[in-house]
């Protein structure tokens, strides 16, 4: 088994997990239903996999930056999703159709996003026999754990008796989450130069190297960047600020 593939695996799998099992358990709590839910499991899936299989030529686009852009351009998106969900959860008028959708968008454009790194990186394994036995048996068992606290947090959010309470923490956390997605977009543009390459700030890679375990997990949560631009700054706490903003407006849906 090969730990590197458990790690790899792991991280590309907790970002998705953290957000469905937070938004589910949202939906659940607001009587939303599940078909949503499903819907958003399925066409993402089918959605990554077309996108691992066009990478070749997708990677081509745009001076062969491609990939960096699409992906930074689906991190984009999850935060203009999350975005709408919170203002529809402050404004709703009778418009919680539109939570599920904004959830549903959300969790499908993870999928596709993560999901699709996992299946390039075991088709780069896959032409190799030898070392195709335990790439496979560790990716499984990242996958595994990280579904699993995925459904874990599913279910001791639904545990929670205090909901009113639960909800601001559940909101909380995606944010925080999705201001990490939204700095990644940053790192994907700065390395194809769509954003100009400038110092960084502080380096604190000599107490969480971004390649160990910690430091791949802490990407993964909240978009860990040791050497962080004043661009990655600037955006994560922009970010916050309007997430913040959302949350805080005047009205709320009567649960």
């Known amino acids: 088994m090969n730990l590197d593939a458990i790690i790899i ?10 957000l469905a099992s937070l938004l589910l358990a949202l939906a659940q709590r607001l009587a939303l239903g ?3 839910f499903w819907s958003s499991l399925s066409i993402g899936g089918v959605m990554a996999w077309l996108y691992a299989d066009a990478i070749g030529w997708i990677s ?11 992906n930074a351009t689906m991190q984009i998106a999850i935060f203009a999703a999350f975005c709408f969900l919170l203002f529809i959860l402050r404004h709703a008028d009778g418009r919680r159709g539109n939570l599920s959708a904004a959830a549903a968008v959300i969790i499908g454009l993870a999928l596709v996003r993560e999901l699709s790194e996992i299946l ?6 896959l032409v190799q026999d030898a070392n195709a036995l335990p790439i496979i048996l560790g990716s499984a068992v990242g996958f595994a754990t990280g579904v699993s606290v995925g459904v874990m ?3 001791v959010t639904l545990w929670v008796v205090d909901w009113q309470r639960a909800q601001t923490v559940i909101l909380s956390v995606l944010s925080v989450v999705v201001a990490g ?8 543009l700065m390395q194809v130069d769509r954003l100009p390459q400038v110092s960084a700030l502080w380096d604190t890679g000599d107490v969480i190297d971004e390649r160990s375990t910690l430091g791949q997990l802490l990407y ?8 962080p631009t004043v661009w990655h700054m600037t955006v994560y706490v922009s970010a916050l600020l309007v997430m913040l903003f959302l949350m805080r407006s005047p009205k709320r849906v009567e649960l």
Do not use: H, K, N
């Open 9 to 18: 695996v792991l991280r590309e799998v907790l970002e998705a997990a953290v």
């Open 34 to 36: 599940r078909i949503w």
């Open 60 to 70: 081509e686009l745009w001076d062969y930056s491609g990939q960096e852009v699409l």
């Open 120 to 125: 390039l990186y075991l088709q780069s394994y």
């Open 153 to 155: 947090l599913y279910f």
């Open 181 to 188: 997605i939204l700095m990644q977009a940053v790192s994907l």
């Open 220 to 227: 993964a949560l909240i978009g860990y960047e040791a050497t």
